[in-house]
T-cell receptor, first 115, second 114 residues
């Protein structure tokens, strides 16, 4: 049981490049989330998926897209990376049947730098 | 700005002492609060939660207190150990148009000195 896994762990992009961050969970959770964490700030929700087949915007969705590929996987895509997207990205999952949830399990994070 | 915040960005304690980490929130409609611990280079880890109809909840070496009158939340760690050194975040659940929103505070960095 690996919990929540994320790939890659580190990534450097040039402005304008695109990439997809991958997330998978093996806990059979319904809900999955993407957050970003900037220095001196708490986590901010980018997008979430309350169940397979649904996605909703969080607090800071601009510049990102997501795909809930199946119950296990939730990917985050940057179509045209900007320096403002330099951050640490965390994926999380929870088992609340609808909406956001409380006890969220987090992955180890992806450290992204955009130059 | 964020409705959830912290009074102190850093806290330094001696090993064996009790630690108290504070959090203020501004939305009286929030009905659920959570504390997370984040060690360096890792994702946040759930510690304890409390519903708004409770004043106190205890876990293993941790206690969360909720004062709804002054919209204040605290996390108490008993007999603090070096392994408790981390950044601690409070988070609140805000009802939002039929859905809910989880809002994190900025975090308090706890350092435990041997």
């Amino acid at each position: 049981n690996a919990g929540v896994t994320q790939t890659p762990k580190f990534q450097v992009l040039k402005t304008g490049q695109s990439m997809t961050l991958q997330c998978a969970q093996d806990m059979n959770h319904n809900s999955m989330y993407w957050y970003r964490q900037d220095p001196g700030m708490g986590l901010r929700l980018i997008y979430y998926s309350a169940s397979e087949g649904t996605t909703d915007k969080g607090e800071v969705p601009n510049g990102y897209n997501v795909s809930r590929l199946n119950k296990r996987e939730f990917s985050l895509r940057l179509e045209s990376a900007a320096p403002s997207q330099t951050s640490v990205y965390f994926c999380a999952s929870s088992n609340r049947p609808r909406g956001l949830s409380y006890e969220q399990y987090f992955g180890p994070g992806t450290r992204l730098t955009v130059t | 700005g964020e409705s959830v915040g912290l009074h102190l960005p850093t806290l330094s304690v001696q090993e064996g002492d009790n630690s108290i980490i504070n959090c203020a929130y501004s939305n009286s409609a929030s009905d659920y609060f959570i504390w997370y611990k984040q060690e360096s280079g890792k994702g946040p880890q759930f510690i304890i939660d409390i519903r708004s109809n409770m004043d106190k909840r205890q876990g293993q070496r941790v206690t969360v207190l909720l004062n709804k009158t002054v919209k204040h939340l605290s996390l108490q760690i008993a007999a603090t150990q070096p392994g408790d050194s981390a950044v601690y975040f409070c988070a609140e659940i805000l009802p939002q148009g039929g859905s809910e929103k989880l809002v994190f505070g900025k975090g308090t960095k706890l350092t435990v000195n041997p």
